[in-house]
T-cell receptor, first 111, second 115 residues
Framework: ELKVEQNPLFLSMQEGKNYTIYCNYSTTSDRLYWYRQDPGKSLESLFVLLSNGAVKQEGRLMASLDTKARLSTLHITAAVHDLSATYFCAVGLQGAQKLVFGQGTRLTINP | DAGVIQSPRHEVTEMGQEVTLRCKPISGHNSLFWYRQTMMRGLELLIYFNNNVPIDDSGMPEDRFSAKMPNASFSTLKIQPSEPRDSAVYFC?????????????FGEGSRLTVL
């Protein structure tokens, strides 16, 4: 059974600081996604990572994937308040369509 | 282009009543997923369809839950009878699955409260 674990689950940080959210998964996968969810809203796709060593960047967010370690990271650079949200990683079971989601990391960025 | 459309957005009902949630996937997508989100259990996959055929319903909690996809543009998730522990946000998502599995696009969700 595929298990996906994120840490930390809660993160409060100051604007301008850097931090990293970690996503570990338990079995072989062929794809990993990062999603953002604002309170009371839907999930918005941020990144799709399909291969070992993949790195994607958008603004102050950068995601990477290490399939050998079964680990993805979401790095936040010089955080700003607008990035406050809950971030989920989701992992696809190899050969299957469904995605298993991590518990989510609730990120709060304080001015 | 319209995204995934869900209705109703909010539903408040009493225990024992039947609840029907509806979803219209993105046009051209051939896979549809129903997820449930709660504080305690996070995002759980209930069931998904590929080309209107249910592929994996192992996440459906019990016989009170049923889902159908009569055509490529419509799906329902029904709870009968509803119970307070069914209170959650139910998300529908769709994707395009071919040689590569596409990313999921989510609807706005249906927030269900069972009293």
């Amino acid at each position: 059974e595929l298990k996906v674990e994120q840490n930390p689950l809660f993160l409060s940080m100051q604007e301008g600081k850097n931090y990293t959210i970690y996503c570990n998964y338990s079995t072989t996968s062929d794809r990993l996604y990062w999603y953002r969810q604002d309170p009371g809203k839907s999930l918005e796709s941020l990144f799709v990572l399909l291969s070992n060593g993949a790195v994607k960047q958008e603004g102050r967010l950068m995601a990477s994937l290490d399939t050998k370690a079964r680990l993805s990271t979401l790095h936040i650079t010089a955080a700003v308040h607008d990035l406050s949200a809950t971030y989920f990683c989701a992992v696809g079971l190899q050969g299957a369509q469904k995605l298993v989601f991590g518990q989510g990391t609730r990120l709060t960025i304080n001015p | 282009d319209a995204g995934v459309i869900q209705s109703p957005r909010h539903e408040v009902t009493e225990m024992g009543q039947e609840v029907t949630l509806r979803c219209k996937p993105i046009s051209g997508h051939n896979s549809l997923f129903w997820y449930r989100q709660t504080m305690m259990r996070g995002l759980e996959l209930l069931i998904y369809f590929n080309n209107n055929v249910p592929i994996d319903d192992s996440g459906m909690p019990e016989d009170r839950f049923s889902a159908k996809m009569p055509n490529a543009s419509f799906s329902t998730l029904k709870i009968q009878p509803s119970e307070p522990r069914d209170s959650a946000v139910y998300f529908c998502a769709s994707s395009l699955a071919g040689k590569v599995f596409g990313e999921l696009f989510f609807g706005e969700g249906s927030r269900l409260t069972v009293l």
